[in-house]
């Protein structure tokens, strides 16, 4: 069975403070990929980053980064200096052929 | 951004009436999706289509249908909408099993059932 858990239902920050979202995943399959996708309060979904199950290099796009870890079955998204406009929930999903399989988000708050 | 469109954006219905949900895309994906995403449950999978009149179920399709006669419409019918039903539906587009396998969702469609 697969399955996605994101332990921290919510997260307060002030701007300017470095925060990391927590991911953590179960599959026994070897091919698979992991995403992250971010949600403003205006509602929509919005993709971020793709990860495969044979590509352990970390990736850094601007502000955001992410660690994929297969030995704990872990891919942490981290957000540096935050700001105020990436208050959002944040989603976690694992993908295994064709079926997508995503954590209950983390929901993030950044005071000004 | 991707051609993803649901209709209606909102509706109100009562408890025991049929309900269709649409979604229209114009990206030509093989893999369309219908997620539910209530407090607390992210996004739940109800069913998915991997082609023109092939579909599967989801982890949570007990009253829930759906049809696709068409590549770029992916329709969802909750049968005899129940309270339990109340939620916001999100269709997704994917080309899954492709290196290019993220999904782009649609806008959402707010569903109340009284």
């Known amino acids: 069975a697969q399955k996605v858990t994101q332990a921290q239902t919510e997260i307060s920050v002030v701007e300017k403070e470095d925060v990391t979202l927590d991911c953590v995943y179960e599959?026994?399959?070897?091919?698979?990929?992991l995403f992250w996708y971010k949600q403003p309060p205006s509602g929509e979904l919005v993709f971020l980053i793709r990860r495969n199950s044979f590509d352990e290099q970390n990736e850094i796009s601007g502000r955001y980064s992410w660690n994929f870890q297969k030995s704990t079955s872990s891919f942490n998204f981290t957000i540096t200096a935050s700001q105020v406009v990436d208050s959002a929930v944040y989603f976690c999903?694992?993908?295994?052929?064709?079926?997508?399989?995503f954590g209950s988000g983390t929901k993030l708050n950044v005071k000004p | 951004d991707a051609g993803i469109t649901q209709s209606p954006r909102h509706k109100v219905t009562e408890t025991g009436t049929p309900v269709t949900l649409r979604c229209h895309q114009t990206e030509n994906h093989r893999y369309m999706y219908w997620y539910r995403q209530d407090p607390g449950h992210g996004l739940r999978l109800i069913h998915y289509?991997?082609?023109?009149?092939?579909?599967d179920k989801g982890e949570v399709s007990d009253g829930y249908s759906v049809s696709r006669s068409k590549t770029e419409d992916f329709l969802l019918t909750l049968e005899s909408a129940t309270s339990s039903q109340t939620s916001v539906y999100f269709c997704?587009?994917?080309?899954?099993?492709?290196?290019?396998?993220?999904?782009?969702f649609g806008p959402g469609t707010r569903l109340t059932v009284l």
């Open positions: 599959t026994r399959d070897t091919t698979y990929y």
């Open positions: 289509s991997y082609g023109v009149k092939d579909t």
């Open positions: 997704a587009i994917s080309e899954a099993g492709t290196r290019m396998n993220e999904q782009f």
């Open positions: 999903a694992l993908s295994v052929g064709s079926k997508f399989y």
